[in-house]
C-alpha cells in the first residue's frame, strides 16, 4: 500500500489537460498498488503565498531559538513539508505557462525547500534529504516541447528535474500531453498521453 500525494497547478479546472493526465496517472498507480492511499492539494486554488523575508529567515534559525511569530510564519511550510515526507508516490501537475511552471508551483516549491529539513550540504555540495519517493510529472503544452525546435524553450521538465534531484527525489518520470494546440497533432494529443503511461 502506498501513499500518494497529488499535486495540481493549473488554474483550467474541469478542463485542465494536466489534471486530466495527473488523475489518469494516479488512477494507474492505484490499479497497481490496491489499496493505496491519495491526498490531493490544487496549489492554484488554495493560493500558497509567495515566499516572504519573514519566512526565509526563520528557515535558517535553530528550531530551539525560533520565536512564536516565527513559528506561526514557517506553520504552511512545515505542514506541505510533513506532507511531502509523508507520501511514497508524488503526482505533480505541471503545466507549461509562458515556458515555464505556473507560480502556485513555484510557491510550493520555495516553501518545501528548507536548509537542513529537506535539503543539507556535505563536503561535495548538496546532499537531498526527501529520499525514497517516486515522482510522476503530468506535463502539459499547447506546443511540442520534448523534441525540434521547442524543445530548447522547456523549462518545465528539465527544471523539476533538477530542483527534486536537489531534494533526492532522483526517480522522476514525465509523461506529456502535448501538442494540445498544433493542427495535425491535437486531435489525438490527449489519447496518446493517456496511452503512454506506464507505472514502473
Known amino acids: ?5 497529488h499535486l495540481k497547478s493549473s488554474i483550467q479546472g474541469a478542463s485542465s489537460y494536466s489534471i486530466k493526465l495527473g488523475n489518469a496517472i494516479v488512477s494507474k498507480i492505484q490499479d497497481k498498488y490496491q489499496g493505496s492511499t491519495l491526498e490531493e492539494l ?3 486554488d488554495i493560493g500558497i503565498p509567495h515566499l516572504n523575508a519573514a519566512e526565509l529567515r526563520s528557515f535558517f534559525i535553530p528550531k530551539d531559538q525560533l520565536t512564536s511569530e516565527d513559528v506561526e510564519s514557517i506553520r504552511l511550510s512545515d505542514e506541505l513539508v510533513k506532507q511531502l515526507f509523508a507520501a511514497d508516490i508524488i503526482v505533480i501537475g505541471a503545466p507549461l505557462i509562458n515556458y515555464t511552471i505556473h507560480s502556485a508551483l513555484k510557491a510550493w516549491i520555495d516553501h518545501v525547500t528548507r536548509p537542513g529539513v529537506t535539503f543539507g550540504y556535505g563536503e561535495n555540495g548538496p546532499i537531498g534529504m526527501v529520499t525514497g519517493k517516486k515522482v510522476y510529472v503530468a506535463m502539459s503544452s499547447g506546443g511540442v516541447y520534448s523534441e525540434g525546435p521547442g524543445k ?19 526517480d522522476l518520470t514525465v509523461f506529456r500531453a502535448e501538442g494540445l494546440k498544433v493542427p495535425g497533432v491535437k486531435e489525438n494529443a490527449m489519447e496518446r498521453a493517456l496511452d503512454s503511461i506506464k507505472i514502473d
Open 152 to 170: 530548447a524553450n522547456d523549462f518545465v521538465a528539465p527544471y523539476l528535474k533538477a530542483f527534486l534531484g536537489f531534494l533526492g527525489m532522483t
Open 42 to 44: 490544487n496549489l492554484a
Open 1 to 5: 500500500m502506498k501513499h500518494i500525494l
